[in-house]
Each structure stands twice: as C-alpha cells, then as structure tokens.
C-alpha cells in the first residue's frame, strides 16, 4: 500500500472509547484564505489556512506531461502547470502503473472500454527502471501526494485514489483492505462481505474507521460518488491533449469535516453566508443529524476574536511557548529540521527529587509538544531536548507519554525512545506547507525600523501635530493620549503646565489622557468618538 493511501486510512477519527472530547470548528473567510480552527475542549488544536486559489491541493488528479527522465534517481520530473516541475519517483507509479499507463493509451485512442471489462496488466517490479515505461513527453494521470513547500514543486503519484467518508477507492486493483483500527472480526468480515458484494471488478476499496457498523446502503452510496469521480476523470482525460487538472479534491474543510465529523462535534461556526450554505448541504450528505450544529456567525467583532481564537493562535505560536508554572518551550527551525529544546523555568516543587521535577515537567512538555505538531503541522525530522532523566523507568515513562499524547495526531509519524542525552527523534510526516502565523507585532515607536525619533524633537512633534488638527483641520474635542510620564511633563504646573500654553496659543481647548500600556514615546489622537485619527 502507498503511503499516500496508508495516511488517507488512516486519517479516521478516534476509537468511540477515546470520543469524550467536545469539538467546535471555527472558519473565518477573508477574500483570498480561509482560516480553519479546531478546539478541542477549548483549547486551539489545529489551524490550517487555505489558499482560496490554491491549484496544487493533495489530492487533486493532474494529466501530466513527462518533462525529464533522470535514470541516476529511477525519477522523472512531471509538468502540471506549477513553475517548478513536479517529481515521480518510479516506486510511485505503484504496483498497477503498467494497467494505468495502457488505460490512458485506450481512453485517448477514443476507445469504449468500461473499467470492469478492462484487462488489468501484471504488477510492476519493485527493482525496475522508470526508463522502460515512460519517455519524454509521455502523458499520464497523476495525483498531488505533496503540495509545493518553498523551492520545490509538487510531489506526485501514480498511484491514484479517491477518499469518501467511509471508503477509498483505488482504481486497477480488486483488494479489499479493512483499517486496523476496527478491533471485531466479525465487524471486519463483515465489511468486507458487504464490500465484495457491492464494489465493481477493478476497483480496489480500503474500508476506514469510520465505517464501522454502517449498513450497506450508505457504504453504496460513498462507493457510487467515489466510482462517478473516477469515471470524471476518464472523461476528461479523453478530452484532454496537453497537461492539465483532471479532477480537484475536496476543500480543506470537507476534508477535515470528511475525517473527523463524528458525535463528539459540538458546533461549526463560519463568518460566510456561501461558505455556510455549501457547509451544511455537504454535512446534510454524509451525516445529515449533525446539520443542526453549523452556525452563521453574524456578530460585528471578528470571528476569532470573539470566541477567543485569536489569542490562542497568538499565544501558541512563536519561538517560545510558555504552558505554565514557568515551563516553557523554545522551538526553532532550520532548513533540515525543528528543534525543540524544553525549559523548566522556576517550576520547582521542594517536596520531589530532582529526578521526580524533571519527570512532571517533561511530561507536561510532551503534551504541549504533541499539540504543536499538530498545530504548525510540522514535518520532516524533530529533535526534542527533554530535561535529563537518569533512571530508565522514568525514560520509558516519558515516551510513553508522549506516544499517548500524539494517539490522535491523523499525521504518519514515528518516535524513537529516548537516547541517552535525553534526546527524542519524532518523524512526521507532511504534505503540505507548514502553518506559520506572525506573532510579533511592528512596534509603534520605531515602526520597525529598529530607530527612533530623536527624544529632544519628541514635544515639537506633538505640538506639529496638534496645531495641524487644531488650526488646519479644525478639529474640536480631540484627545492626545501619551505614556505617564509624558502626560505629568504635559500637564504639572496646572495653570502654568504646557498643555495650558498651547491652548492659549492656538485658541482650542483638548484633553490629554495617561495610557500606562503606551510605549514612553508613542502617541495618539482621537476623536470625540474614541477613534485614532491618522496623520
């Protein structure tokens, strides 16, 4: 089995013993993303932002025309219309490469073959050679495994499947796969029972989690639309004589509805209408008694800010996260790999041994670790820098720990135990870019230049501006608003103070109001109504 089609079945929500926790979807819609944020017990656990005009989505299938063939890595590099050209190693064209490359020879030659009458060829040889079946300029069928992540193009397959909410359909294969996750046999014989029953010859079906004690009608219907995506994308295929996207893959949101939507879902909310609408006539399809809990957010206040979203994402993202009693994590990325070096601060309890505090800490840490992963969506190779643990027992009670805490990641990923400087190596894997999200704010004295006004100038800039608002705007009731100390340079003196010189000089009264959170040479003006007027 792939790996792209051992992640999508393994994708699947959580065993019905684990489902106490409660879950709200929150969607914030802007012109060109969609924000994605899901709470668990409210607590942030996953932001994904998507691209509204995102071309290369995992999943999406692409006719792609063969650009080099580079026999030293047994790969081709394919174009599918992305500036850097996407890369196919030859294990991805899969076991059944030769039946999909005669396939598209048969659809393109205009020829009426239905795919349970097609004659399937032998599997491919595991040691062979790219060059013997593919040459420049050869089209083919392929599916996006990786979305483009900085200077390289998309990661391709050959190996085509289609998820649904209960199966994925792989076509030119007749296996039959069940998730390992359903425990009963007799529930895995039994899908299986119902599968063979229902699915057409040359379709291969992985039965997911999720589809444990549905009736054949519902398994029909996802294998019927599964089935109608594939036989769209043969269609277009006959059509197509140059590279070009087949069929598109479902939203982020569908997807994550798609794998997780289950009764432990307590309520979706999103800020647009349309995206409302599409929402619930897509839960109204796969769970129809979950419809009820999306809700149109219609409040004046953004939607992360009202439900408290956009303090998490500020507060969990960053080069340090602080989780509490002074433990605190400091994260840092290279090229290569993600570091995490995990911190005890002042956190000491004199009733424990050293060990024992070095134990509770790193516990702690490895739940908040396992959140970040899944919060950054961080791939490739991760270094953890836990506090050093001389005795085995609290090693081994550390990694399981932290196994335990990434049980829910849907992401594929292995942990090694830990060495003995106390390291843990985690792999994991990824598709798509990380999520990054900018928490540090341009500071407003030096607008991030790094520099700032000359101090002596400071009072004449505020006097500029305020006989500019006063005498060339002709502003009434305007507020300066400046750090204490500036306000009591302004002010003391009462009668005699500065601010009582400018009234009497420019002829109009103003206020001067003490911000303690200001920055000693920040200032504003605003209006009667409490708004900042910009100069």
């Known amino acids: 089995m792939s790996e792209q089609k051992q992640q999508v079945a393994d994708a699947t929500t959580a065993s019905a013993e684990e489902e106490t926790v409660m879950r709200d979807l929150f969607i914030d ?21 998507e691209k509204t005009n ?8 692409y006719l792609g025309k063969v650009k080099k063939i580079l026999p030293g890595l047994n790969a081709a590099f394919v174009d599918v219309g992305y500036p ?4 196919l190693h030859y294990l991805d064209l899969g076991s059944q490469g030769r039946s999909l490359l005669k396939y598209k020879k ?61 199966l994925v359909l792989v076509p030119f294969s007749n296996r039959i796969s069940v998730s390992q996750k359903i425990g009963s046999s007799e529930e895995r014989a039994r899908l299986r029972r119902l599968i063979q029953s229902i699915k057409p010859n040359n379709y291969g079906v992985i039965i997911r989690t999720i589809a444990e004690g549905k009736k054949v009608a519902e398994l029909d219907a996802d294998l019927r639309s599964l089935i109608a995506k594939w036989e769209h994308c043969t269609v277009e295929m006959a ?17 994550m509805l798609r794998d997780l939507l289950n009764e432990s879902f307590n309520n979706i909310y999103v800020n647009d209408e349309t995206l409302f609408e599409e929402i619930r006539n897509y839960i109204q399809t796969i769970a129809p008694q ?18 408290n979203v956009a303090k998490q994402i500020k507060g969990f993202f960053g080069k340090i996260v602080s989780i509490r009693n002074g433990v ?13 070096d995990v911190n005890s601060g002042h956190r000491l309890n004199k009733e424990n041994s050293q060990e024992e505090n070095a134990l509770e800490v790193n516990i702690e840490a490895a739940k908040e670790i396992a959140r970040q992963l899944r919060l950054r969506d961080m791939g490739g190779i991760i270094i953890v820098d836990f506090i050093d643990l001389r005795e085995a027992k609290h090693r081994k009670q550390l990694f399981n720990a932290l196994e335990e805490a990434m049980a829910h990641d849907r992401a594929k990923h292995t942990i090694l135990p830990p060495s003995k400087f106390g390291l843990i190596q985690i792999t994991r894997h990824r598709v798509r870019p990380e999520t990054e999200v900018q928490v540090q704010e341009k500071c407003p004295v030096c607008a991030g230049e790094g520099k700032i006004r000359p101090a002596i100038l400071f009072i004449d800039e505020i006097e500029n501006n305020l006989k500019y608002l006063l005498v060339d705007q002709n502003e009434n009731n305007i507020t300066l608003q400046v750090h204490p100390f500036i306000y009591s340079y302004l002010c003391i003196n009462g009668l005699f103070s500065l601010r009582r010189k400018w009234i009497k000089k420019y002829g109009k009264t103003f206020k001067v109001q003490s911000m303690s959170e200001f920055h000693m040479l920040q200032y ?6 409490g708004e900042e007027i910009k100069l």
């Open 106 to 166: 048969t659809v393109s030659a205009r020829e009426d073959v239905a795919m349970a009458k097609f004659s399937l060829e032998p599997d491919m040889e595991r040691n062979g050679k790219i060059a013997d079946y593919l040459n420049v300029g050869d089209l083919l069928p392929v599916q996006i495994a990786k979305e483009p992540i900085h200077t390289k193009g998309p990661r391709i397959t050959a190996e085509i499947s289609f998820a649904g909410r209960y």
């Open 239 to 255: 059509k197509m004589t140059n590279f070009g996207k087949l069929v598109s893959e479902m939203d982020q949101t569908s997807v």
């Open 29 to 49: 819609s802007h012109a060109s993303e969609v924000d994605i944020a899901l709470l668990e017990d409210n607590i942030l656990v996953e932001l994904h932002k």
């Open 290 to 307: 979950k419809a009820e809990i999306i809700q149109l957010y219609k409040g004046k206040e953004p939607i992360f800010e009202h439900f």
């Open 328 to 340: 605190y994590l400091v994260i840092e990325h290279t090229e290569a790999m993600h570091v995490i």
């Open 54 to 61: 995102n071309q290369f989505a995992v999943g999406d299938v």
């Open 84 to 87: 850097k050209e996407a890369f």
């Open 524 to 529: 504003n003006f605003v209006n009667a109504n």
